[in-house]
Structure formats: C-alpha cells, structure tokens
C-alpha cells in the first residue's frame, strides 16, 4: 500500500517532467536491414521524446530520466564509426544535465550490436535478446519486457509487425503501472518511405488516447497498406510475381473487408501460378459486392474500364492495386486470356 501511495503521490506532483514510466523495444532486421523502436507509456505525445532512428546507422530509445538530446547526438556517434556501447559510453561522459542515475537508453547500431542502462523507478531493467533490446521503468514487473522478447521472437514477419508484437505483449502483461495514454512505431529504411529521399518507412504515433492500441493498430494498418502497393507495384514493373503475391496478400491482411484489394490479389495470385488462390480472391471479392460493383472493380483492374465501385458502396470505391487503365490491361493480359479461368470467375 505504502508503494502504491508513493507512485500515485509522484505521478501527481510529477505529471510531465520526462518520458517516465515508459516500455519499449529497438530492433533490427538482419534480412533486410531495417531498424526501428517502439513505445508506449503514461505520458502525452511518447513518440516525440523517446524513439530515433536513421538507416543504415541505428535506432535509439532515450527514456526514464530522458536526456532527449541522446537520441540525436546518438545517431550522430554511430555514423562516426562507433559502435552501440562505445555510443552509450561516451552518451553518459558527456551529459552535463545533471545524474545519469536514471537515464534509461537502448541502442543497436547497423551492425546488430546492442548496448543497453537501465535507471529509473521501480519496477525498471531490460532484457536483451539476438537482434532486440526491450526496456522499461516503473512497470508492474519483469514480465513485461519478458513476454515484449518472447512475441518479437515469435513474430513470422516484417520488422514493423515484430515490433508492434512485442509492444502489445508488454501491455498484455501490464506495461506501465500507471496506466495508457500515448504510443508509437518507428522504423526506418533507405528510401522506403513515402515521397522522395525519405528513409522512414513507418512513422505513427498515438499522442494522447484512451485506448492508444487501439488507435496505432489501426493507424499502422493504414501506414502498411501504403507500403505493400508501392511494394506490389514494384514488383509487378520488375514481373516478380512471388514478391506481387507477399504483397497483394498484405493488402488484404490490412484491409479485408474491402473488395478492392481481394480482386487485386485475384490478378496477381493468377501471375504467380495460383488459379486456385485466384479464384477463392475473386469469389471473396464477388461476396463482398453487389455484382455490379464487382464488374466496376474486375473493369478498373483489367483496364476495360468501370469506376471502380459504384455508388452505395464506400468500402470498394476505389480501384484495385496494381491495376488500372492500360497498365491495367498489360499487367494482366495473361488473366484475361485464359477465356476458360475468366469464365469461372464471371460465371459466364
């Protein structure tokens, strides 16, 4: 009861001094080299104080007693050529802000070493695991940066997705023992971002929430269906089909109530030698619309023409991926001549 008392008289008089109370996660994708942190805690707007990252060089959590300046003077250090705990090292010589008592920082370079400090409010430690590093401070316990290891670990899948895992394991497992308010995913990679000479291929935050989970899952869904169709359209330009299917199969996964993207997935599966899988795309497409809404949308793909939805119908109101006018047509050409395939799936 007396620690209880004490944590609740310490978040009152001390409500936003620094990013306390905070658990995340930095990683790195050995494949691919992506690098990335993610972030929540009882605390307004984490993602601007917390997480930092650049490709090709590393990813930084600076939090607990945040020194925030840690996060680009960090980056600056690995570009130089040094590693994660020669960064860390020289982070906590310099710092003239007074104790590094509770600094909490985490820090994996390009190279996959990681150096973490642990300091903070109890319950505070980390855990280190083959390409990750979780952390955290004034946490219900261990098992929250336990279980954040355990479901990165366990995660099949892109870097952001391992992440997220890890970031919902924590707060499965209690996370912040104050409670939720704010939450954020960042992860970079050379030229993977939206627009031009832009490395961050995710960068959503939760600044101030009820539910902040809830709300960066479905922000992240948006973020990620972006990047699979400009992946889809990159590996259809370069007729690598495979890499097509990954991606039109992700476009469903973040949005599968949406007819657009099954039809999508219909063409490219077809590509990839998949009639079977191209098939079950186009009957899930068909049962998600009224027929005329699906001719709009097999249309709009296959460049024939059509709107590409149909009025009374906003969850297909916008073309398929990867598909669209003679693009459209030259793309899926092979589809459109199997007469036989084309009849199965228009029922003619």
């Known amino acids: 009861m007396t620690k209880r008392l004490s944590m609740l008289i310490a978040f009152l008089l001390f409500p936003a001094v620094s990013a306390m109370a905070t658990f995340s996660i930095v990683a790195i994708d050995p494949k691919t080299g992506d690098m990335g942190v993610a972030v929540a805690s009882r605390y307004f707007a984490v993602g601007t104080v917390v997480p930092w990252a650049e490709a090709g060089v590393g990813a930084i959590a600076t939090q607990a007693g945040v020194n925030v300046g840690y996060g680009p003077r960090g980056l600056e250090l690995l570009k130089q050529g040094l590693t994660a705990q020669q960064v860390l090292d020289k982070l906590l010589q310099e710092d003239t802000f007074g104790s590094t008592e509770g600094r909490q920082v985490a820090i994996v370079d390009a190279k996959g070493n990681i150096a973490t400090k642990s300091g903070g409010s109890a319950w ?3 855990k280190i695991g083959t390409t990750w590093s979780a952390q955290g401070n004034i946490l219900v316990g261990p098992q929250v940066v336990d279980s954040m290891g355990k479901a990165f670990d366990a995660a099949n899948d892109d870097l952001v997705e391992k992440l997220w895992a890890a970031l919902k394991a924590g707060d499965e497992a209690g996370g912040d023992s104050r409670g939720r308010q704010s939450a954020s995913i960042l992860v970079v990679r050379k030229g993977g971002g939206r627009n031009t000479n832009n490395d961050r291929l995710v960068y959503v935050n939760v600044d101030d929430h009820p539910d902040p989970f809830a709300e960066l899952r479905r922000l992240l869904n948006i973020a990620q269906r972006g990047n699979y169709n400009s992946a889809l359209n990159r590996a259809l330009t370069a007729n690598k089909y495979d890499e097509a ?6 476009l469903v996964r973040y949005d599968p109530l949406n007819a657009s993207p099954h039809v999508t997935l ?3 599966a077809y590509l990839a030698g998949k009639q079977d899988q191209a098939l ?4 899930r497409a068909k049962g998600l619309t009224l027929p005329n809404q699906f001719m709009d949308l097999w249309n ?11 009025r009374g119908a906003p969850a297909t109101n916008a073309a398929p991926a990867g598909g669209g006018g003679r693009g459209g047509a030259a793309r899926y050409q092979k589809v459109l ?6 009849a199965k799936v228009l029922g003619n």
Do not use: I, R, Y
């Open 280 to 283: 079950a795309a186009f009957n």
């Open 124 to 126: 505070q430690g980390h």
């Open 266 to 268: 219909g063409f490219v």
């Open 337 to 342: 001549e199997d007469k036989a395939f084309v």
């Open 300 to 310: 709009a793909a296959s460049g024939q023409g059509g709107n590409g939805g149909g």
């Open 245 to 250: 299917l990954n991606a039109a199969e992700h």
